[in-house]
C-alpha cells in the first residue's frame, strides 16, 4: 500500500537554528509531493509542492524542499526558523490523478 | 479567511444523538472531501466529492453519511457515534484534477460522549 512516513513525532529549536524534517513515500512511478503546515489554532494550508522539474523547490516563508528520487524522500528544510514557525507539518503525496496520502506529521516547537 | 467555512467548530454530542457538520467553500472548487484528524495518527480520508458525485468512500462506517448538495456545499450527518469517533473533521476542497492543492476549513472538534 501506498504510504508517507515522517519519522520525526516532535521536534523543538531554538530561534536561529536549521530545520530539516523528514519524509519518505512509498509510492512507484511518477509521484506528486506535498508539504502542509498547520499553525496553532489555524487551518491546514499549502507550504509547498513538487509536481516535476527541478527537485528543489521553494516554498513560503523561506521553506523549501528536496525531492531524491533515489531515496523516496522529500525533505523539508529551512536555515533559520523563527519563533513564528511553532506549527505541525505533514508531508503528503499521491500518483496523478489519486488521493492524497498524509504522513503522521511533525510537531515543531520553535523556543524564543 | 480560508474560502473554506466548517460549522459548527466544536460539538459535544451523545452516542445516541444525530448532527451534521456543515461545509462550504467560495473558492469555486468543484472536489470537497471529508478527512478525519485523530491524535497520533494520519490524516484519514474519508469521503471524496468530484461534481457532486460520491467519488471516494474510504471503509467509512455507515454511521457517518456525507451528503453533497451541490458543489459549494458539503455535510456529514452523524449518528450513533462511538466515542472513538471523537476527532477533528476537516473539509477540504480543490479544483479536479485531484493533483491540486487542498485548500482546508478550520475544522469542527466532535466529542463524543
Known amino acids: 500500500a501506498q504510504s508517507v512516513s515522517q519519522h520525526n513525532h516532535h521536534v523543538i529549536l531554538s530561534e536561529a537554528a536549521s530545520l530539516e524534517l523528514g519524509c519518505n513515500y512509498s509510492?512507484?512511478?511518477?509521484?506528486?509531493l506535498f508539504w502542509y503546515v498547520q499553525y496553532p489554532g489555524q487551518h491546514l494550508q499549502l507550504l509547498l509542492k513538487?509536481?516535476?522539474?527541478?527537485?528543489l523547490v521553494k516554498g513560503i516563508k523561506g521553506f523549501e524542499a528536496e525531492f531524491i528520487k533515489s531515496k523516496f524522500s522529500f525533505n523539508l528544510r529551512k536555515p533559520s526558523v523563527q519563533w513564528s514557525d511553532t506549527a505541525e507539518y505533514f508531508c503528503?503525496?499521491?500518483?496523478?490523478?489519486?488521493?492524497?496520502?498524509f504522513g503522521g506529521g511533525t510537531r515543531l516547537m520553535v523556543k524564543p | 479567511e480560508t474560502g473554506v467555512t466548517q460549522t459548527p467548530r466544536h460539538l459535544v454530542m451523545g452516542m445516541t444523538n444525530k448532527k451534521s457538520l456543515k461545509c462550504e467553500q467560495h473558492?469555486?472548487?468543484?472536489?470537497m472531501y471529508w478527512y478525519k484528524q485523530s491524535a497520533k495518527k494520519p490524516l484519514e480520508l474519508m469521503f471524496v466529492?468530484?461534481?457532486?458525485?460520491?467519488?471516494e468512500n474510504n471503509s467509512v462506517p455507515s454511521r457517518f453519511s456525507p451528503e453533497c448538495p451541490n458543489s459549494s456545499h458539503l455535510f456529514l450527518h452523524l449518528h450513533t457515534l462511538q466515542p472513538e469517533d471523537s476527532a477533528l473533521y476537516l473539509c477540504?476542497?480543490?479544483?479536479?484534477?485531484?493533483?491540486?492543492?487542498?485548500?482546508f476549513g478550520n475544522g469542527t472538534r466532535l466529542t463524543v460522549t
Open positions: 477540504a476542497s480543490s479544483q479536479v484534477p485531484r493533483d491540486s492543492p487542498l485548500h
Open positions: 509510492y512507484g512511478g511518477t509521484v506528486n
Open positions: 513538487y509536481f516535476s522539474g527541478d527537485p
Open positions: 503528503a503525496a499521491n500518483n496523478a490523478g489519486n488521493m492524497l496520502t
Open positions: 473558492l469555486g472548487h468543484n472536489a
Open positions: 466529492y468530484n461534481f457532486k458525485e460520491q467519488t
